[in-house]
Every structure is written in structure tokens, then in C-alpha cells.
């Protein structure tokens, strides 16, 4: 059996065909309508369904009445290449009326049977294709059990009823949970925390997004607003946080908090000192330039503000992620996004100074690890966690 999975970002909604065993087995990107209006991303969700299935060689009769043909829809079209458009109108049809079909599929990235996250291009592979038997969806924000979004602020939304929505258009069980939630649920399945029981996400990206698994279950709290973790207090900042909070994690540790605090240093610094650094001359004087790798990699060569600003995101990530510990003696806490791309300059600097805050300083077993999956957690994650909810 197959399932879908969906990964809905605020610019990119990513979707894919994932077998049981949380193989690839055919995927596609469009761009995310631009102010995010929910009737236009419903749209697009139904569109890339119908396309995954025709390009599975399975007729899409899941689709009810999906209106093609506005604008960004169609210069989606242009930029999937070998994926047909849909047509006007598709029949409602039920879903038990799919058949089986062993087709050709051309053009579709697969993962290879590991699941380590990589991919490798197929031009032409037989692929036997069963009925689908659930679609996961990954949100960027907060939802309960029924698919009410009750805050997405990437995409504008509040108290948006996306499951109700969705199943008006798609005759298929549709799931949906928070992204950073399904991309853990990805990483236990497929990842580097397959076989943990126990474990946290946490995604440092333009914010920070995370994922909680206690004893092989997703954890979201009694009210789906759970496991924020980017919005624990873990000191006093220069600036707010976009909820309104000062002192959340996510801006001492995020990418955005990483540019924002050497842009700062770069202003009060004397000038002799800020002249002399390499940062200064790799961005020539500006700060446009500026991103979470430039200053990382300044950082590693021994820049003294790049350095600075590097070691004040991890002493605060590690106050994060001891009060993790300290709370729930997770197995494994796994660090995903672009800052992670730092790699073991990242792992090491964390490994370093996490025991200052742990409270039984000779218990210090959790493991700090890169995510593995990469791009591709996501639409695993969300596959994976409809078929858990599935009573197959």
C-alpha cells in the first residue's frame, strides 16, 4: 500500500507518493499561491494529487471538481516538467474505484531502499502502484486532530478548517499536523533516529520549528499548540519575538537571530576591530550579503565576530535543549535545517556546552545528531503519520 505525503511551506507546497516502507517512489514541487488564500492553496493540494496519480499511471478519480487555470497555477504547470496538467473538471468518483496499475513512470526522483535522505534522477522505472490509502499534510503552524489550522502566520491563516476543506475536494482520509512534527516522524521511520522511541526535532531555519515523539508517539500537547519548542524563554533578547514574547529561543538561535546579532556587532564594534575582520570584507562593508553559512564559515577561520555571534546562538540553543533533557530524557535530539549544514562545528560546540545545563551533570546520554532526510523529511514524515493514523 502507498500513501501521500505533503509538506506545505509558505513558499513551496511539496508532495509525493511514499510507499509503507517510506520509499520515494514519485514527487513534485509547485510554488505556494502568493498571500496563501485558502481556497487557492486547497486548489493547489487537490492539483498536485491529481498529477502524482496520473504520473503513477493511476487515473485521478480521487479529485472532485478542481477549478484549474489561475495564474499561478499554471506557470506551476511550466515548471514541472513532463507533468501533465489537470483537466478542467475531474468526476467525483469514488476512491475504491481505483485500480491497480504497473506503469512507467518518467522523470521522478526516488530515494534509494535506505531512506538516507539522498535521491538519485530515473528517467524510466516500473513501479506497481496500489490504491492510496491516506494523505498526510504538513502545516506551518498549530492544528487539532479534526485539520483545524488555528494559526499558520507564514501563510496569514487563522482558525482555518483545512481538513473540512480538503475533504470536500479529495475522496481520500487526510491527515494533518504540524511540518516540524511529521519531518520528526520522518526521521524516526526512515531517518537517523529510526528504532528511538524517544526523541526531539528541532529545525533552525528562519525560525525555529520542532517535533516531540514520546514512547513512539507524536506529542502535540491536549490542544494540537504543543512542542514549540522555538518559543521557550531562555533569556532577555535586544528584540521581540514575532509572537510578542521576548526571550524565545527562536531569536537567539535561528538563522534570522544568527544575522541579526552579527549585523548588531558589525554597528558596536569599533570600526579598527570591524575593518580587520574577515566578515567585514567577505560582505564588503554592507550587510546585505549576509547569511547563517557566511557567518559559519567566518566563524570557523577564527573571525572574532563571526565567532561571537556563532557561540551566543549556541549557548542559548544548549539552554534550550538542557531544559529538553531536563524535562524529558529524550534518547536523541535531532538538529535539522540550514544551520545545521554547519555540521560537526555545530555538534561538537553543542556537545560542549550542553552539560552546563543539565541538571545530573553524570547522566548526560542524549545524543546530538544532523537530521538525515534533509528536503525529503517532510513528505515522508507526513506519508508515515497517515498511515499510523489509518486502521489498516
Not at 476543506?165 to 533516529?193: H, R, S, Y
Not at 535531532?334 to 555538534?347: E, T
Request: aromatic residues 4%; proline residues 3%; negative net charge.
Amino acid at each position: 500500500m502507498n500513501f501521500i505525503g505533503i509538506d506545505l511551506g509558505a513558499t513551496k507546497i511539496k508532495a509525493g507518493i511514499i510507499s509503507e516502507n517510506g520509499e520515494i517512489i514519485n514527487k513534485i514541487t509547485t510554488d505556494t499561491p502568493v498571500g496563501g488564500e485558502v481556497d487557492v492553496v486547497v486548489n493547489s493540494i487537490g492539483m498536485l494529487v491529481n498529477r502524482l496519480l496520473k504520473t503513477g499511471g493511476i487515473t485521478a478519480r480521487h479529485i472532485k471538481d478542481i477549478d484549474v487555470g489561475t495564474p499561478d497555477m499554471k506557470a506551476a504547470d511550466a515548471r514541472v516538467p513532463g507533468i501533465e496538467a489537470a483537466d478542467k473538471k475531474v468526476p467525483d468518483i469514488k476512491a475504491a474505484d481505483v485500480e491497480k496499475q504497473n506503469t512507467e513512470v518518467a522523470g521522478v526522483r526516488r530515494s534509494d531502499t535506505r531512506n538516507t535522505g539522498k535521491s538519485s534522477d530515473i528517467e524510466n522505472i516500473n513501479v506497481e502502484i496500489p490504491d492510496i490509502k491516506g494523505i498526510g499534510i504538513g502545516i506551518p503552524g498549530a492544528c487539532n486532530d479534526e485539520g483545524l489550522v488555528y494559526y499558520a502566520p507564514n501563510l496569514f491563516w487563522n482558525n482555518v478548517p483545512l481538513g473540512e476543506l480538503l475533504k470536500e475536494k479529495i475522496d481520500i482520509p487526510v491527515f494533518i499536523e504540524n511540518d516540524a512534527t511529521m519531518a520528526t516522524v520522518g526521521e524516526v521511520a526512515c531517518g537517523v533516529a529510526r528504532g528511538v522511541s524517544n526523541c526531539v526535532l528541532i529545525t533552525l531555519g528562519t525560525g525555529i520549528g520542532s517535533g516531540i515523539i514520546i514512547n513512539n508517539d507524536v506529542y502535540s500537547g491536549s490542544h494540537g499548540i504543543g512542542s514549540e519548542i522555538g518559543h521557550m524563554i531562555v533569556g532577555e533578547n535586544f528584540y521581540n519575538c514575532n509572537c510578542g514574547n521576548n526571550g524565545c529561543l527562536e531569536t537567539f538561535s535561528s538563522a534570522t537571530a544568527l544575522i541579526k546579532y552579527t549585523k548588531k556587532l558589525l554597528k558596536d564594534t569599533d570600526n579598527n576591530s570591524v575593518y580587520d575582520s574577515l566578515i567585514f570584507k567577505k560582505i564588503n562593508g554592507g550587510t546585505g550579503l549576509l547569511d547563517g553559512k557566511l557567518i559559519f564559515d567566518c566563524a570557523k577561520k577564527g573571525d572574532p565576530i563571526a565567532t561571537k555571534a556563532v557561540d551566543r546562538l549556541v549557548k542559548y540553543l544548549a539552554i534550550g535543549i538542557g531544559n529538553i533533557i531536563n524535562i524529558l530524557d529524550p534518547e536523541m535530539i535531532i538538529i535539522g535545517g540550514g544551520i545545521s549544514k554547519a555540521g560537526d562545528y555545530l555538534i561538537d560546540k553543542l556537545n560542549k556546552e550542553i552539560p552546563r545545563n543539565i541538571w545530573l551533570k553524570s547522566m548526560n546520554l542524549t545524543k546530538i545528531v544532523r537530521a538525515s532526510l534533509g528536503n525529503n523529511a517532510g513528505i515522508i514524515g507526513s506519508a508515515v503519520y497517515a498511515g499510523s493514523r489509518l486502521d489498516l
